[in-house]
């Protein structure tokens, strides 16, 4: 039988939604999902606000970006086996609401330990948005078509933060760095409303077949863990984490204290390199259905950014963009590669869950690592210049990590 579009007569007579195309559930999948790096990133654009207002030094203030991964890291494992139990639409419920419920708090806070707690609250939204979304990418598309959907979903980190990093210099202006924590708690609420509408399960949605009260059981569980190439490919992932939140979230804040470039002018510039982050993802897609080799796709920009984050120090203001245009068009290959090549290993649906999360705990631990150690290297350890060419080694262990394994 040939499906309905979806209509508003549907929505408003309370019929049964049905959808023409895959395309429209990525899409509300893409705009959820974008949730997370929105709520993750109104952090760097107004750091020094944030410093001021909680009294904190580089080392502590880093802790604002670094905490939201620790939810992340501790839960990945077990994630998995909820998504399981659970389905991907109460992930993604609960997900929302653990950033609406975070973002709150932090508006809220008057004293750096709510504050620190609401980033912890909202990091286990970010972790289960991650875990749910691309095994339904995954069972949504097939074959040629993967590569250039996961190519389209992994944007909603880049848009994120464009977003996020375009909109709160405006939104700071008029109502403060509360402003920004509550528009985040608003664009939330309102994507988790339109995924509840819209999105139902992927299984029901496609016609598939899913064994009834099959469940993961340990040994299915054990030979996911064993995986020595999937253990990799999250290493690959840590180290790619590491050098990029790290820089996202100082690069600001280092324009502001080195060169003496307003936070307003420095959070535009993170904005305009999330452009072209966006705009590559969507050829690295395309890229990732065509070109056989997944582990080229990844060693490439790795490599690259052990030479190109070091050099950052010593850029004059004249190549700042030109300069964050290069690195916007090489960070997406990365994320893209990795979940295409996640996807490819879930032969059966049911470890899709354990399978993203062994991913995620690589994801998390660069994110919680990177702002952190980047913000102490800043600090105590000789000041920029070091914490920059400590990504040399980082990047570089990321192209060691997937030059070792195995996949396609």
């Not at 009294?55 to 880093?62: K, T």
């Not at 420095?266 to 982050?277: C, D, K, N």
Request: net charge positive; charged share 10%; proline share 6%.
């Amino acid at each position: 039988m040939t499906e309905r579009p979806v209509s508003l007569k549907s929505i408003f007579t309370g019929t049964s939604i049905r959808f023409s195309s895959p395309w429209f559930i990525l899409a509300i999948v893409l705009m959820a999902s974008v949730a997370a790096p929105v709520n993750q990133f109104k952090v760097p654009p107004v750091m020094p606000l944030l410093m001021d207002a909680f009294d904190l030094g580089l080392n502590r203030a880093g802790l604002l970006m670094s905490v939201f991964s620790i939810t992340g890291l501790v839960l990945a494992l077990p994630a998995g086996f909820i998504y399981q139990k659970i389905g991907h639409r109460a992930i993604f419920t609960v997900a929302l609401l653990c950033m609406i419920v975070g973002s709150a708090i932090g508006a809220l806070s008057s004293h750096a330990a709510p504050m620190l707690l609401s980033r912890v609250i909202e990091g286990m939204g970010f972790c289960l948005v991650t875990m749910a979304a691309p095994p339904i990418i995954g069972m949504l598309f097939h074959g040629a078509g993967r590569g250039k959907a996961m190519g389209i979903w992994v944007v909603y980190v880049p848009l994120g933060q464009m977003i996020t990093f375009g909109i709160a210099p405006l939104i700071t202006l008029q109502w403060g760095w509360r402003g920004v924590w509550w528009w985040a708690c608003a664009y939330t609420l309102v994507a988790g409303l339109l995924f509840r509408l819209f999105v139902k399960p992927v299984s029901a949605a496609r016609g598939a077949h899913v064994p009834s009260g099959t469940r993961l059981t340990k040994k299915e569980a054990a030979r996911v863990l064993r995986n020595r190439d999937l253990w990799l490919l999250s290493l690959l992932f840590l180290c790619f984490n590491f050098v990029f939140i790290g820089f996202r979230t100082w690069m600001p804040t280092f324009l502001y204290q080195a060169r003496n470039i307003s936070p307003r002018y420095g959070s535009w510039l993170m904005a305009l390199m999330s452009v072209f982050i966006i705009a590559s993802s969507l050829f690295a897609g395309w890229v990732c259905d065509r070109v056989p080799s997944r582990r080229t796709i990844s060693l490439v920009p790795m490599a690259l950014f052990a030479v190109l984050f070091p050099l950052t120090y010593y850029l004059s203001p004249g190549m700042l963009i030109p300069w964050l245009i290069l690195l916007g068009l090489a960070c997406s290959f990365v994320p893209t590669a990795v979940f295409v090549t996640a996807a490819e290993m879930i032969r059966d649906e049911r470890l899709g869950g354990m399978t993203i999360a062994v991913i995620q705990l690589g994801q998390n631990a660069g994110m919680l690592l990177g702002p952190s150690v980047l913000g102490w290297l800043a600090a105590e350890m000789g000041g920029w210049q070091v914490a920059f060419w400590a990504l040399a080694p980082v990047s570089a262990l990321g192209a060691v990590a997937v030059w070792l394994s195995k996949v396609r």
